[in-house]
Nanobody, 124 residues
Framework: QVQLVESGGGLVQAGGSLRLSCVASGRTFSSYAMGWFRQAPGKEREFVVAISRSGTIEYYADSGKGRFTISRDNAKNTVYLQLNSLKPEDTAVYYC?????????????????WGQGTQVTVSS
């Protein structure tokens, strides 16, 4: 079992920014492709962005392209999601996920480990 803990969510005004973090347990973080997903009330969980095991390949959903940035620091067992130019429609619980694959991995069904989520609320 791998534990993932997200943090950094909060309440911001439209146009503002947040930096989300996801810290993983264990000694094999560098073996995992990582991803971020989000889920708003009454809607299905949707893909946001993924990063490869090597950290050299990133794949973004159109919703966040140009506004969101994923990165990872293997020395800290941490993946980050920088959220800029936030819009009210970005309001959701944001989840990080991990899987032992080269990646990037887009499908939620392929991920084995999930965090508890962190709430992002964007007011207008």
């Amino acid at each position: 079992q791998v534990q993932l803990v997200e943090s950094g969510g909060g309440l911001v005004q439209a146009g503002g920014s947040l930096r989300l973090s996801c810290v993983a347990s264990g000694r094999t973080f560098s073996s995992y492709a990582m991803g971020w997903f989000r889920q708003a009330p009454g809607k299905e969980r949707e893909f946001v962005v993924a990063i490869s095991r090597s950290g050299t390949i990133e794949y973004y959903a159109d919703s966040g392209k140009g506004r969101f940035t994923i990165s990872r620091d293997n020395a800290k067992n941490t993946v980050y999601l920088q959220l800029n130019s936030l819009k009210p429609e970005d309001t959701a619980v944001y989840y990080c996920a991990a899987v032992d694959r080269p990646g990037p991995v887009v499908s939620a069904k392929l991920y084995d480990y999930w965090g508890q989520g962190t709430q992002v609320t964007v007011s207008s």
